[in-house]
């Protein structure tokens, strides 16, 4: 017998509808069920089988009595107000089903791929589902705390007098409401984790194709060219570098400096007869007594 094909996003149709049902049950059905038993014992006339069947005794009798009250998530919110996030999350399922069963771009961000867009989307409803859950759970179990809490007064109240012991007990209930929307966060989780689990092997290969191609090549450096080493030769006529041997000093000449290009220059040498004598056109007259007398003195040549 041929398989008949499933619709491809056949795991969206399901999770949808169960959040559509459970949104229902949430508005539209009797939700909660406040039990409160009273349990007392009562001083009572009776016979004692022990003793003389004419003699009355006084016997203690015990009884009970349990009212029951059911009410919708209205009356709940009022002890507790955290039961509407169930709804919000709720609806947020719903939307959430239709972009992945209808859109190819669930979210519609073009920074972000749409297969990761997807990813983020099952996570998400997986988690809004699992969370409702533990929201109804956490809500009334307290508010079973808050009810009992409220009825000590009573207990003090009603000890005492023909009641030797009087202990209210009070507890709150799923009723249908909350067995439905149960129901609902449980067919959600199941239809996406089954889909999780099915795109789970593709994932995995894609993730190891991508630590591969790390790993392997796709990361890798270009392999470095070993550097050359005679530089000279990569220059057509241009010589090796020759290190040289031996004493780098052997044979130097010390150092001459530059040549003069000026002649040098001749002292000056006084003459013997100097001061000189008196002339003879003048006599009485030294070189002392008449200081601006003209002395012929050698001339030296300028350079």
Known sequence: MKAVPLPKNIAYYVAGVGAIIALIAFFFVPFATEVISYNYTSQGTGVDSQKSAFTPQFVPRSASIIENASGNTTALAQANGV?????????????????????????????????????????GMLGAAVLSILIQIGVFASVGQVLQSSLSSTQ?????GIFSSFTPTATVQYDTGAWIFLFGMIV???????????????????????AAQGVGGGMQYPAQQPYPSNVGNQYPGAQPYQQPTGDFYSGAQPYQGAANPYPPVQSYQPDASYPPAASPSQPGKTGDQDANTPHDYPQQPFP
């Open 156 to 160: 003090s109240q009603g000890s005492g």
């Open 83 to 123: 039961i509407w996030v169930n709804a919000v999350l709720t609806l947020v399922l719903i939307v959430a089903a239709v972009l992945l069963a209808f859109r190819s771009n669930p979210f519609g961000l073009r920074a972000v791929p749409a297969d990761k867009q997807v990813r983020w989307g099952q996570y």
């Open 188 to 210: 959600v989780i199941v239809a996406i984790g089954l889909l999780l689990v099915e795109q789970l092997p593709a994932q995995l290969a894609a993730y190891r194709a991508r």
